[in-house]
């Protein structure tokens, strides 16, 4: 019987790694079935998700944690929605506003308060062309709830938005 598994990874960024985890989930009949990585302060973090036959997973994750020793620190968890369908419509986000802290803060609250999950998150500050002021950009794939509209989402966006001087954009 197939089951599925979701690890996370943090090590210090060096080549190889990716390689190393492949060659452990591969020879242990595992299937590499969707990923999601990235290089941030000199740390390399990801998360995968694998399918393996329920007797091989508990050799596949005794492997993954002995990686340990080269100082590759992962953590094995089952999968428990089994591919099931999202529910709701999906939507991209899309944000500019001059850096300051807290507007993540401020647009996550807006999200969970319309039940509004974050399927996929990406941020980053860039140095703004005119005045130089650093610009904090963060794109966003969400999956509404059933009976949310985009266009209501975005009309709660909009009046944070407007207090946090920034840019948005929502797309179905």
Do not use: C, Y
Request: charged content about 20%; proline content about 3%; aromatic content about 2%.
């Amino acid at each position: 019987m197939q089951t599925h598994l979701v690890i996370t990874v943090l090590a210090k960024d060096r080549p190889g790694l990716v390689e190393r985890l492949a060659g452990t989930i591969a020879g242990s009949g595992g299937n590499w079935i969707e990923s999601s990585m990235a290089r941030l302060g000199g740390e390399f973090a990801g998360i995968v998700r694998i399918g393996i036959e329920a007797a091989q997973s508990e050799d596949l994750s005794a492997k993954l944690e002995a990686l340990s020793t080269h100082g590759i620190a992962i953590t094995v968890k089952p999968d428990l929605t089994e591919d099931s369908a999202p529910m709701g419509a999906s939507a991209q986000l899309d944000l500019v506003s001059q850096d300051h802290p807290g507007i993540l803060r401020d647009i996550t609250r807006v999200l969970s308060e319309n039940g509004v999950s974050i399927e996929n998150l990406e941020t980053q500050v860039l140095q703004g062309s005119m005045q130089g002021e650093a610009l904090f950009k963060a794109t966003a794939n969400l999956r509404l709830p059933e009976g949310l509209t985009p266009a209501a989402l975005g009309e709660a966006l909009e009046a944070t938005a407007a207090d946090l001087m920034a840019d948005i954009n929502l797309v179905e």
